[in-house]
């Protein structure tokens, strides 16, 4: 049975750098048939979308989000995981980790942009 | 790139049918047929409901529909229960840089 799990500190300081990580259970995190992303919530406030990794390591980015975003495979523990650098009170939301389906077309395999898989949350708070 | 306008609030009668709508623009929800819609329950992560405008996950119930008319994607809820309130929130591919868009939720009530 599939099960997605959140982990990592729920509280950061202002400036410094977010780390979580989802352990992914019941599916091989390489599998060709899904794609693997970080959703977030703002307390009260609708979902947004952080970023998408594919099992190729690919990975696509919020563009808001981009130049402090990193998120990575880690394959031999069965996880993904994302950093977000230089965070601030702004940053605060539940984070969800989430997997979705892929399809292939001639040129490769690309993200189908819905996730039918989350995991429970996370939340973090940046504060001092 | 915007987040898609959803109305803040909904509501029907028990096995009544409601509507919600979601406006995006030519290039997400009127250009794409990567249009989704989640069911999010207070402290529960979002569960997905709808993808590809129209079809339905295993074990979601025909009660609820998508459709999508020009820039507008729709999500009826037919037959209303309790338990069908909660908010709900479309979603759609952006058209560019494989960005995913969100609206900001509609809360519907269960009269």
């Known amino acids: 049975q599939l099960q997605l799990q959140e982990s990592g500190p729920g509280v950061v300081k202002p400036s410094e750098t977010l780390s979580l990580t989802c352990s992914v259970f019941?599916?091989?995190?390489?599998?060709?048939?899904?794609?693997w992303g970080w959703v977030r919530q703002p307390p009260g406030q609708g979902p947004q979308w952080i970023g998408s990794?594919?099992?190729?390591?690919?990975?696509y980015y919020n563009p808001s989000l981009k130049s402090r975003l990193t998120i990575s495979l880690e394959r031999s523990k069965n996880q993904f995981s994302l950093r977000l650098s230089s965070v601030t009170a702004a940053d605060t939301a539940v984070y969800f980790c989430?997997?979705?389906?892929?399809?292939?077309?001639?040129?490769?395999?690309?993200?189908?942009?819905?996730?039918?898989?989350w995991g429970q949350g996370r939340l973090v708070t940046v504060s001092s | 790139q915007s987040a898609l306008t959803q109305p803040p609030s909904a509501s029907g009668s028990p096995g009544r049918s409601v509507t919600i709508s979601c406006t995006g623009t030519s290039s997400d929800v009127g250009g794409s047929n990567f249009v989704s819609w989640y069911q999010q329950h207070p402290d529960k992560a979002p569960r997905l409901i709808i993808y590809e405008v129209t079809k339905r996950p295993s074990g979601v119930p025909d009660r609820f529909s998508g459709s999508k008319s020009g820039k507008t994607a729709s999500l009826t809820v037919s037959g209303l229960l309790a338990d069908d309130e909660a908010y709900y929130y479309c979603s759609s591919y952006a058209g560019n840089n494989h960005v995913v868009l969100f609206g900001g939720g509609t809360q519907l009530t269960v009269l």
């Open positions: 019941g599916v091989s995190i390489g599998s060709t048939v899904y794609y």
């Open positions: 990794l594919l099992y190729s390591g690919k990975t």
């Open positions: 989430a997997r979705g389906p892929t399809y292939y077309s001639g040129s490769g395999s690309y993200t189908k942009y819905f996730f039918d898989y």
